[in-house]
């Protein structure tokens, strides 16, 4: 699976960015799906995640309530819609996939096999 994150870009304290991740190949399907971010000196963080048939979503704490993650298999698409953004948003965003049988949390960065090339988020206050 080849992903391929856009959407990223400049936005003021309280705005809306919707982020997008484009994926190849056919078995999309078979897929979680996972947004993470990274932000200068800091280490990588789970953000948000969709199960492969779309029915459950988890998020983390800090952004519960403001971001939220869908998805389209029949575009091989998948989504996180921000809002309400903050300037400690500020941070690269991948979407990563994972295998739809892998038993672990989907916090951890470790069951992710397949990671896209990332887009630049930045929040100005």
């Known amino acids: 699976v080849q992903l391929q994150a856009s959407g990223g870009g400049l936005v003021q304290a309280g705005g809306s960015l919707r982020l997008s991740c484009a994926a190849s190949?056919?078995?999309?399907?078979?897929?979680?799906m996972g947004w993470f971010r990274q932000a200068p000196g800091k280490e990588r963080e789970f953000v948000a995640a969709i199960t492969w048939s779309g029915l459950f979503t988890y998020y983390a704490d800090s952004v519960k309530g403001r971001f939220t993650i869908s998805r389209d298999n029949a575009k091989n698409t998948v989504s996180l819609e921000m809002n309400s953004l903050k300037p400690e948003d500020t941070a690269v965003y991948y979407c990563?996939?994972?295998?739809?049988?892998?038993?672990?949390?989907?916090?951890?960065?470790?069951?992710?096999?397949?990671w896209g090339q990332g887009t630049l988020v930045t929040v100005s206050s």
């Open positions: 990563a996939a994972r295998r739809k049988n892998y038993s672990g949390t989907y916090y951890s960065l470790g069951g992710y096999e397949y």
């Open positions: 190949g056919r078995t999309f399907s078979s897929y979680d």
